[in-house]
Nanobody, 118 residues
């Protein structure tokens, strides 16, 4: 079982930046694909970004390309989502996930709220 704990959410003005962190524990971190998802009120969950464990395959939601950057620190068992040029439409609860592949996630964090004011 993998445990995921997100942090770093908050309130920011449009155009600002936030960095989300996800601390991973419980299993061999470096073998997992890691991803970030989000769910805005009244909307379906969106797959925001994903990386395979060795970084050879990645996914970015079109609307965040050029603004959001995924990174991982295997030594710290932590992944990050750097979010720049934030827009009000980025407002959502953001979830960290770990899984066996880029499109198969079995483990989820509790989520962290990101609110972007206009």
């Amino acid at each position: 079982q993998v445990q995921l704990v997100e942090s770093g959410g908050g309130l920011v003005q449009a155009g600002g930046s936030l960095r989300l962190s996800c601390a991973v524990s419980g299993r061999t971190f470096s073998n997992y694909a890691m991803g970030w998802f989000r769910r805005a009120p009244g909307k379906e969950q969106e797959y925001v970004v994903g990386f395979t464990w060795n970084g050879d395959n990645t996914y970015y939601l079109d609307s965040v390309k050029g603004r959001f950057t995924f990174s991982r620190d295997n030594a710290k068992n932590t992944v990050y989502l750097q979010m720049n040029s934030l827009k009000p439409e980025d407002t959502a609860v953001y979830y960290c996930a770990a899984g066996s592949s880029l499109y198969n996630y079995e483990n989820w964090g509790q989520g962290t709220q990101v609110t972007v004011s206009s």
